[in-house]
């Protein structure tokens, strides 16, 4: 029961776990005579000794609980019932508890019924018939003993593997929210006025860490503490190295705003973002590691395995491709790479932006094949040139009159030079660009549309980079390499 209770609690809130609670509750509530008596038996394990206790007592009560089922089931039920709201008591008068807390303990006492009524019935079938002669040896006895073994044992592990996955959540957590992030060497560039069109709908031009879009394959996102993290830098280099997040922060770090793509992005999606990186560049990290003649890839891989191929030409030219740390002003959220991650300009993510990241290989991509390369998609992921429609919203009804469209366009390294729309089968009219931030990130549009008539209407976006190139009209599945084709919507005017 408590076993579950604990790791349950390994996916909620760390508060939530029945045994931090009680152990808090116990500390809270202990006098001091015993706290100081505690602290100068135990010393620093007094925790440690403090959750011993409670596993023992926990064991003690089983058994307890066990002995009083032989007489009435029932009276045992209500036994751990009234465990479980001592326990949820414990947890819910913890502060930064909510009511969704308590979750773990309720599955708790749900798994302690059932154990007991599983090992009741083997001990019904064990019991010994009057005058009959089984030894204290025999099949079901052993099966019963058996089954009590396995269910503390199974108990025993979960809440040591649970208690261990909630410490070094709580770790990275707090290591979190003590770093303090060293000042760049270099400030980004002031975002000049007017890179937002002020529009409904229109996204921000740098986005919020926590509207932006998030793209992995990790199940639970990773808690790595810093201070356990290190990144290894090794392969086809004169000179290998480990940099540990110390070293790290030592660096002449740079600031950069620069937009994300994924590659998964479908024409008119959202899976783009915005933001200012805080980081040590990669071509500095690469010249300090010398790669050897004829190495072009570097596989960077994460500490949930997932692994990324990366032009190692694109590292080392002067573009801003970092390891980075900081995000918006703060370090890396959890779900966006905390402690470090790499950001590349131009590429999109699943070949770049690999998150968590712990090992960097310089290779050669006809010796080492990354993550979804082998499962379909390129092995190169330059970004797409692309343009999107954010206002009107798709079927939206809008007032007569002059309608105003806005959007978005991006060509990541290459910047974006003119963006134009089609309203219906009109001809194509020049949309004002919003100012430049850099080319390393999007670009936001909008037109005004006069005098619209009633009735639906579509409108089409396009866009040319600064080397006046235009945006394909070629319609193309993310699959393999990124989505192209020109979006087109329609919305209604009345
Ligand atoms: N460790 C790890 N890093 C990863 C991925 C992943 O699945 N695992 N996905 C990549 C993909 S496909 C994209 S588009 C970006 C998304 O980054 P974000 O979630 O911070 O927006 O992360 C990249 N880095
Ligand atoms: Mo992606």
């Given at each position: 029961m408590f076993a579950v209770a604990q790791f349950a609690s390994a996916f909620f809130n760390?508060?939530?776990?029945p045994f931090f609670a009680l152990g808090s509750a116990i500390i809270d509530l202990t006098p001091p005579w015993l706290k100081d008596f505690a602290i100068a038996t135990f010393g620093t394990n007094d925790k440690l000794a403090l959750f011993i206790s409670i596993a023992v007592v926990a064991t003690v009560l089983s058994a307890l609980i066990g002995l009083l089922a032989k007489r009435s089931f029932a009276l045992a039920c209500t036994a751990i019932i009234a465990l479980a709201v001592v326990m949820s008591s414990a947890v819910a008068a913890?502060?930064?508890?909510?009511?969704?807390?308590i979750v773990p303990t309720v599955l708790g006492a749900i798994a302690g019924i059932g154990v007991l009524q599983w090992l009741s019935r083997l001990a019904v079938t064990t019991a010994p018939q009057r005058g009959e002669d089984v030894g204290p040896s025999g099949p079901s006895r052993r099966a019963f003993l058996l089954a009590s073994g396995l269910s503390l044992a199974a108990a025993a592990i979960a809440t040591g593997v649970s208690t261990s996955i909630s410490a070094s959540r709580n770790m990275a957590d707090a290591a979190r929210k003590a770093l303090r992030l060293p000042a760049p060497r270099a400030k980004a560039k002031a975002l000049p006025a007017g890179?937002?069109?002020?529009?409904?709908n229109m996204p921000d031009f740098v986005t919020p860490n926590e509207d932006f879009y998030r793209i992995d394959t990790a199940l639970s996102v990773p808690q790595i503490d810093p201070g356990q993290w290190s990144l290894r830098v090794h392969g086809m280099v004169e000179n290998e190295f480990t940099m540990n997040f110390d070293e790290l922060l030592n660096q002449e770090l740079v600031e950069t705003y620069l937009t994300l793509t994924c590659v998964?992005?479908?024409?008119?999606?959202?899976l783009v973002g915005n933001a200012k990186w805080l980081g040590y560049p990669l071509r500095q990290l690469l010249e300090r590691a010398v790669p050897q003649a004829g190495a072009d890839m570097v596989l960077s891989t994460s500490h949930d395995g997932f692994s990324a191929s990366t032009p190692l030409e694109v590292l080392r030219?002067?573009?801003?491709?970092l390891l980075a740390i900081g995000m918006n002003g703060e370090p890396l959220p959890f779900e966006h790479g905390f402690p470090v991650r790499m950001v590349v300009p131009?590429?999109?993510?699943?070949?770049?932006?690999?998150?968590w990241v712990v090992d960097l290989e310089v290779t050669r991509f006809q010796d080492k094949v990354a993550y979804w390369t082998t499962r379909g998609w390129s092995e190169r992921g330059p970004i797409k040139l692309s343009s999107r429609i954010?206002?009107?919203?798709?079927f939206a009804k809008v007032p007569a009159g002059d309608i105003v469209l806005g959007g978005t366009a991006w060509a990541q390294?290459?910047?974006?030079s003119r963006v134009q729309v089609q309203i219906d089968d009109g001809p194509w009219q020049d949309a004002d660009l919003a100012a430049?931030?850099?080319?390393d990130t999007w670009r936001q549009w909008r037109l005004v549309s006069k005098d619209m008539a009633p009735g639906t209407h579509s409108a089409t976006v396009r866009a040319c980079d600064a080397q006046g190139r235009l945006q394909t009209s070629e319609k193309a599945d993310p699959v393999p390499n990124g989505a192209s084709g020109w979006q087109r919507l329609q919305f209604t005017v009345g």
């Open positions: 760390s508060a939530s776990s913890r502060a930064s508890t909510s009511l969704l807390d890179v937002q069109v002020e529009e409904a998964s992005n479908p024409v008119g999606g959202d030219d002067d573009r801003m491709a131009g590429l999109y993510g699943y070949v770049s932006a690999t998150k954010d206002t009107p919203r798709p390294t290459r910047g974006i430049e931030a850099s080319l």
